[in-house]
């Protein structure tokens, strides 16, 4: 059953139910408050009727009392005497109906004023029957007996009924009304919802969801849908991005490892040539090789498993290591390499071999992009309880709009020049995920033919 459909029901049910439970309450409680109403003034006027026949009982009294009580059509009063017979009454009687009178006031006798709603009569109205018992200084003594008509009552309780019926009839139709409104208003959004993720999961990401200005839990769902159909359509486009870059870089060194080996293959070639061939060969073959250990790398550090293994570490100490591991590179291009250190003595713990690794893409990078002669300078130095490692070079620098790019997996600036250079565009990528693992940050900044000065940031003892 749709969720649209069990709203309404509920709502119409608990609707329907209210109103039944509501109305007849309504209509018991006003039947009994009017019955009670009815019975009182009925006792009253015999109780004002039987004060007046106390004091003075003869015949002026009782036609005095028969006046007042004449008036009434559709009520007999009859005062009897002591014996029940008839004194007078306010109309004619059959002998039959004063038997009935006779006989409910003898069965009554035993109090001295008694009502009760009788249904005998043949309009089948109920009556209000009700005698007092009276007695007179002058020792007259008898009942007066009223017979009240209750048929504006039963009009009334008739009307009542009617106007139950009237208003549950219009206030189920309101709660149908409603109830219709309300489950199009909230099934609307869910139904948009739904609609969405069968997008999503036939993979059309291009969502659009309508603002909403309501904060109720579907739109923050909807706005939830729009996220996740954002991040996994980055999601598929930086896979089929990297796809792309794999396939793009393995198919390079492929076709000269291909073309030169069937060169060798096929042709009986000067050995000098076949020296130079096989060199290329290798040089490819050895790109392919670091592209893979990069790509793989890279994704067991993304995989946020990575296990590092820390040690504390003396900073001085491990850029003086480094520094003899480029001498021969920075010798080739004749560039001077500087170090200042605050103090020998900043400790940090890392995973040496992993930190090396971030350390010299960021140093080969400074050595690919500076110009020979140029200038690297390393600076360590410690700010409360951080160590700050800057590299600046003074070579090419880095375009303002390529800066925030450059951590990027496979993002090169000039593409075409480096890869000529060697580069894959993986180097940074994995510095920033080596960082990252250490807790620390790295950050760049550069202008363009001015060089570029990377800062990283990294928690010290
Ligand atoms: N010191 C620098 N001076 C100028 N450009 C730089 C410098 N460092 C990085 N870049 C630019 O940033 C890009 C990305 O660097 P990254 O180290 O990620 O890749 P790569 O050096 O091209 O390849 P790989 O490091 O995988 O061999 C480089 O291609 C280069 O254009
Ligand atoms: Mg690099």
């Given amino acids: 059953m749709k969720l649209a459909t069990k709203l309404l029901i509920t709502i119409f049910l608990s609707t329907v139910f209210v109103i039944i439970i509501t109305n007849l309450s309504f ?3 006003s039947k009994s408050f009017y019955k009670h109403q009815l019975q009182e003034g009925v006792e009253n006027r015999l109780e004002a009727h039987t004060k007046v026949l106390a004091l003075h009982s003869d015949v002026t009294t009782f036609d005095h009392v028969m006046m007042m009580e004449a008036g009434q059509e559709e009520n007999s009063f009859v005062i009897f005497d002591q014996s029940l017979e008839v004194i007078q009454s306010s109309r004619p009687l059959t002998n039959e109906v004063i038997a009935t009178y006779q006989d409910w006031i003898i069965l009554h006798a035993d109090q001295s004023k008694h009502t009760e709603f009788v249904e005998t009569m043949e309009e089948h ?3 209000a029957w009700s005698f007092t018992s009276f007695s007179s200084e002058e020792g007259v003594s008898g009942y007066l007996f009223l017979d009240q008509d209750t048929g504006s009552f039963e009009a009334t309780r008739n ?20 109830s219709i409104y309300l489950s199009k208003r909230l099934s609307a959004p869910v139904k948009k919802a739904q609609l969405l993720t069968r997008k999503i999961a036939l993979g059309d990401f291009e969502v659009d969801v309508p603002s909403s200005t309501s904060k109720d839990e579907v739109s923050e769902l909807l706005t939830d849908i729009s996220l996740m159909a954002k991040n996994l359509k980055e999601y598929r486009d930086e896979r089929q991005r990297l796809f792309t870059n794999i396939s793009h870089d393995l198919r390079t060194p492929l076709t000269y490892i291909k073309g030169y080996s069937s060169l060798l293959k096929d042709h009986q070639l000067e050995p000098t040539v076949v020296e130079e061939q096989s060199n290329v060969i290798y040089q490819e073959a050895s790109r392919m090789e670091h592209l893979v250990n990069d790509l793989f790398q890279l ?12 040690e504390r570490t003396n900073m001085y100490d491990f ?8 001498k021969l590179d920075l010798k080739a291009k004749q560039l001077h390499f500087n170090m200042h250190a605050d103090s020998v003595d900043i400790n940090v713990s890392i995973d040496q071999v992993q930190f090396e690794r971030a350390i010299m893409n960021v140093l080969s990078n400074s050595i690919r992009h500076t110009d020979p002669g140029g200038q690297i300078e390393v600076t360590i130095f410690k700010e409360k309880k951080v160590c700050i490692i800057q590299i600046s070079d003074d070579g090419s620098g880095i375009p303002k709009k390529d800066l925030h790019r450059i951590w990027e997996r496979f993002y090169r600036v000039d593409a075409s020049r480096s890869t000529k250079l060697g580069g894959s565009g993986l180097g940074l990528a994995i510095t920033k995920e ?16 001015e060089g570029a000065t990377f800062l990283i940031k990294i928690p010290a003892e």
């Avoid at 019926?165 to 149908?176: D, E, K, Q």
């Avoid at 994704?299 to 820390?310: D, V």
């Avoid at 080596?434 to 202008?447: F, M, Q, T, Y």
């Fill in 299 to 310: 994704m067991k550090y993304e995989e946020g498993e990575y296990q590092l293994e820390k």
């Fill in 319 to 326: 850029f003086a290591q480094l520094q003899a591991k480029i």
């Fill in 27 to 29: 209509y018991h409680i």
């Fill in 434 to 449: 080596i960082i990252h693992l250490h807790k620390g940050e790295i950050s760049v900044s550069s202008k363009i033919g």
């Fill in 159 to 178: 009307n009542l009924l009617l106007l139950t019926f009237v208003i549950g009839f219009f206030t189920v139709c309101l709660a149908v009304m409603l």
């Fill in 125 to 127: 109205i109920p009556h």
